[in-house]
């Protein structure tokens, strides 16, 4: 499902409005679901990546669908300006120099590969996210990921650290699923 441009827009200014609403309460805003069209209230997954000069500053998402899409926009929004481990919680002072994207994911499905070369020559660059499981391990990328990694074999390499995984480490255990975003922002 594919959004047009004013509810494109509608849930950046959610995202905004979220984070903005954050910066003054400490707490995610929310919202009346009534106020938004049917398109905008069907559970989704999403992520929601900050960007400041072009630099991660925060990015929080679900692999699946938990909330209706206008919700889950405005809580991810809120979780990955305050929220994120890996920074600080945003300061007002950083708000303007914000770039706000969001990702909506379809479904993810189960790829069937017999060896790791077979895996790496399945994936679609620039194309695919992939979630990849070994035990109660557990990583994903998002297809934006793609710009800093665009080798099928580096891609899935930092995958598996970012699993908390050898960089060379296979097993037959291994469980890939491939989803894709509508990107936005």
């Known amino acids: 499902m594919s959004l047009n ?11 905004k409005s979220s984070i903005q609403h954050g910066l003054k309460t400490g707490r995610p805003l929310k919202i009346n679901l ?14 929601v990546t900050l960007q400041k000069h072009h630099q991660l500053r925060g990015c929080i998402g679900m692999l ?23 920074f600080p919680p945003l300061e007002d002072s950083e708000f303007g120099e914000l770039e ?3 990702s909506i994911l379809t479904p993810a499905e189960p790829v069937s590969f ?27 990328f998002l297809p934006s990921v793609w710009e800093q990694l665009p080798e099928p074999a580096q891609f899935l390499r930092h995958l598996k650290q970012k699993a908390g995984l050898a960089p060379g480490y296979w097993s037959e255990t291994i469980r890939v699923y491939r989803y894709r975003t509508e990107m936005i922002g």
């Open 5 to 15: 441009k004013e509810y494109q827009q509608r849930l950046l200014e959610l995202a």
């Open 64 to 86: 699946e669908a938990v909330r209706p899409l206008a919700e889950d926009i405005a809580e991810n929004a809120f979780l990955a300006a305050f929220k994120d481990p890996r």
């Open 100 to 102: 706000i994207h969001i």
């Open 114 to 140: 017999k060896s790791e070369q077979d895996l790496i020559s399945q994936l679609q660059p620039g194309m695919d996210g992939l979630i990849l499981e070994d035990g109660r391990r557990r990583g994903t």
């Open 34 to 47: 009534a106020d938004f069209p049917s398109e905008l209230t069907q559970y989704r997954a999403t992520f």
